[in-house]
């Protein structure tokens, strides 16, 4: 018995430590939430199922200093707006994004060991979308329209009530995977099952991990669904591959063959099995469709912005048709989905990198290797210095910047940060802003849409690092008569 109750604080400290052993040299840093075992359960309980307000409670407690609250895994710093500089400046070296995402995200055990060890995806995204999002738009676009028309299966003049979440990823899934598996697999029921909410299970299963310490992360894995994804993903896969490979293999070359990315992994022999490549793929599936139904909501909940927002794109799309111009001449589009960001986005956390060494910020702060870092997205996006009425949703605030190219959704800079910023912005910037502003377009020139009933606008879900859209939310759509 006496053994036992000695045992405990060896326990806990493993617990706590083990990955982490420089935790007493964060000290001078105070705390949110509880730091003893088992009340720190509470802490990640809280992280987990509203981590906006921890930190709001943090902000209030402690205004501008940096703060901390205990993570299974490491400790995690949150820094003010202030500290940008520090986050842009540091060397890879020094303060990883990538280790930190494959931290939060839990990448081996959600996605796969070999994602999470060799995320060279992560600059092809960045260099295949930047080349071809313009040579493939058409043909994205084709698709949207068509999923738009499936999903909403709308007849004339009849209100309908749909999920909004649901019915996007859909969308959304279709129009991205036209770019990377193209046709047929970006319509494959199977495909889209599994890729269509995709980010959204490993966000859960992520969240869920968060309960166990890292040592017991192997087995813990076994809760999670991702070897059954990858095996149905690399099944239907299979046939696709065995037939492309077919029309590779003809001397006489190949007349058709498809530009996207799935053809580029096997030209260049990227990846040497089937269910490495599957697995590949799902780690490109990053999707738009959070902050795109954020946007939609919007549209329906702020109907005063819609005729205004309409007549843009008429007036462009009649002018410049549906082309890389015109899009960027959708100003009042591009702000309204800036402004979107700016209250919600994708997480209450921007910014978020482990430190690889120790390091020092500007004003001295010492951090200790195996802490990560992140800036509160609050401090930055609703910093009343900066945006007059900073609560305020106006959509139109960035619409009247003079430098169209800095106020561009897809452009960061000190005061807005949503795709993140410095060395290592959002590699799928582009491409989501491309999609998001078509998409939202489309749904502006060929649908009115309206709350349901006397419904509020429902919040979103802050979980762990991520907001997600209540998936339980409806809106009523209907075929706009033209
Ligand atoms: C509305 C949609 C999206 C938003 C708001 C968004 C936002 C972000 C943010 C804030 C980061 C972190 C940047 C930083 O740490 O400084 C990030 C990273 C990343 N995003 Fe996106 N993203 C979106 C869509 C996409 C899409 C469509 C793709 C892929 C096609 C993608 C791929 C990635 C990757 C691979 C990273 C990690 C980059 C790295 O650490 O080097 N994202 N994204």
């Given at each position: 018995m006496l053994k036992g109750i000695l045992c405990i604080p060896i326990i806990c400290r493993t617990i706590k430590g083990t990955e982490d052993p420089n935790n007493t040299k964060l000290h001078h840093i105070p705390t949110v939430g509880f730091t003893w075992f088992p009340a720190w359960y509470w802490t990640i309980l809280k992280y987990v199922t509203n981590a906006s307000e921890l930190i709001e409670e943090g902000y209030t407690k402690y205004k501008d200093r940096p703060f901390k609250f205990i993570n299974l895994c490491s400790w995690v710093v949150v820094l003010n707006g202030g500290y940008l500089k520090d986050i842009r400046q540091a060397t890879d070296d020094e303060l990883s994004p990538t280790k930190a995402i494959h931290q939060i995200f839990k990448t081996q055990y959600t996605e796969g060991p070999n994602i999470a060890q060799n995320p060279y995806h992560f600059s092809f995204i960045r260099s295949y979308f930047a080349r071809n999002v313009f040579a493939l738009y058409n043909d994205i676009r084709e698709e949207m329209m068509l999923a738009f028309n499936e999903v909403f299966d709308l007849g004339n003049n009849e209100w309908k009530s749909i999920p909004p979440l649901q019915s996007l990823q859909t969308i959304v899934c279709r129009a991205t995977n036209r770019a990377i598996v193209g046709l047929p697999l970006c319509r494959d029921p199977d495909w889209i099952a599994?890729?269509?909410?995709?980010?959204?299970?490993?966000?859960?299963?992520?969240?869920?991990?968060?309960?166990?310490?890292?040592?017991?992360?192997?087995?813990?894995?076994?809760?999670?669904?991702?070897?059954?994804?990858?095996?149905?993903?690399?099944?239907?896969?299979?046939?696709?591959?065995?037939?492309?490979?077919?029309?590779?293999?003809?001397?006489?070359?190949?007349?058709?063959?498809?530009?996207?990315?799935?053809?580029?992994?096997?030209?260049?022999?990227?990846?040497?099995?089937?269910?490495?490549?599957?697995?590949?793929?799902?780690?490109?599936?990053?999707?738009?469709?959070?902050?795109?139904?954020?946007?939609?909501?919007?549209?329906?909940?702020?109907?005063?912005?819609?005729?205004?927002?309409?007549?843009?794109?008429?007036?462009?799309?009649?002018?410049?048709?549906?082309?890389?111009?015109?899009?960027?001449?959708?100003?009042?589009?591009?702000?309204?989905?800036?402004?979107?960001?700016?209250?919600?986005?994708?997480?209450?956390?921007?910014?978020?990198?482990?430190?690889?060494?120790?390091?020092?910020?500007?004003?001295?702060?010492?951090?200790?290797?195996?802490?990560?870092?992140?800036?509160?997205?609050?401090?930055?996006?609703?910093?009343?210095?900066?945006?007059?009425?900073?609560?305020?949703?106006?959509?139109?605030?960035?619409?009247?910047?003079?430098?169209?190219?800095?106020?561009?959704?897809?452009?960061?800079?000190?005061?807005?940060?949503?795709?993140?910023?410095?060395?290592?912005?959002?590699?799928?910037?582009?491409?989501?802003?491309?999609?998001?502003?078509?998409?939202?377009?489309?749904?502006?020139?060929h649908y009115d849409f309206r709350l349901q009933g006397d419904s509020a606008r429902s919040k979103s879900i802050s979980m762990a690092t991520t907001i997600m859209m209540d998936p339980t939310m409806k809106l009523m759509v209907r075929k706009r008569s033209l």
């Amino acid at each position: 018995m006496l053994k036992g109750i000695l045992c405990i604080p060896i326990i806990c400290r493993t617990i706590k430590g083990t990955e982490d052993p420089n935790n007493t040299k964060l000290h001078h840093i105070p705390t949110v939430g509880f730091t003893w075992f088992p009340a720190w359960y509470w802490t990640i309980l809280k992280y987990v199922t509203n981590a906006s307000e921890l930190i709001e409670e943090g902000y209030t407690k402690y205004k501008d200093r940096p703060f901390k609250f205990i993570n299974l895994c490491s400790w995690v710093v949150v820094l003010n707006g202030g500290y940008l500089k520090d986050i842009r400046q540091a060397t890879d070296d020094e303060l990883s994004p990538t280790k930190a995402i494959h931290q939060i995200f839990k990448t081996q055990y959600t996605e796969g060991p070999n994602i999470a060890q060799n995320p060279y995806h992560f600059s092809f995204i960045r260099s295949y979308f930047a080349r071809n999002v313009f040579a493939l738009y058409n043909d994205i676009r084709e698709e949207m329209m068509l999923a738009f028309n499936e999903v909403f299966d709308l007849g004339n003049n009849e209100w309908k009530s749909i999920p909004p979440l649901q019915s996007l990823q859909t969308i959304v899934c279709r129009a991205t995977n036209r770019a990377i598996v193209g046709l047929p697999l970006c319509r494959d029921p199977d495909w889209i099952a599994i890729n269509g909410d995709l980010s959204d299970h490993i966000r859960w299963e992520a969240a869920m991990l968060e309960f166990f310490p890292w040592f017991l992360l192997p087995l813990a894995s076994y809760l999670t669904n991702t070897s059954g994804r990858i095996k149905r993903a690399t099944k239907v896969l299979l046939p696709v591959i065995n037939e492309r490979q077919k029309c590779m293999g003809k001397d006489e070359g190949w007349l058709e063959k498809p530009n996207d990315c799935l053809q580029v992994f096997l030209d260049e022999k990227m990846e040497l099995t089937v269910s490495e490549l599957a697995q590949r793929l799902m780690g490109i599936n990053f999707p738009a469709n959070g902050v795109l139904t954020q946007a939609f909501y919007n549209l329906a909940a702020y109907p005063q912005y819609v005729q205004p927002l309409r007549e843009e794109v008429e007036a462009i799309t009649k002018e410049l048709g549906w082309t890389k111009e015109a899009l960027s001449e959708m100003r009042k589009l591009d702000s309204f989905i800036k402004e979107t960001m700016r209250l919600e986005g994708v997480s209450p956390l921007a910014m978020m990198r482990k430190a690889l060494k120790d390091v020092s910020l500007s004003d001295g702060t010492s951090i200790p290797k195996g802490t990560l870092l992140v800036i509160t997205y609050h401090t930055i996006h609703r910093n009343g210095a900066v945006y007059e009425n900073p609560e305020t949703f106006e959509p139109f605030r960035f619409a009247f910047i003079e430098d169209n190219a800095k106020q561009q959704l897809s452009a960061s800079n000190n005061d807005w940060v949503g795709f993140g910023y410095g060395k290592h912005p959002c590699p799928g910037r582009f491409f989501a802003s491309v999609l998001m502003k078509t998409m939202l377009a489309h749904v502006l020139l060929h649908y009115d849409f309206r709350l349901q009933g006397d419904s509020a606008r429902s919040k979103s879900i802050s979980m762990a690092t991520t907001i997600m859209m209540d998936p339980t939310m409806k809106l009523m759509v209907r075929k706009r008569s033209l």
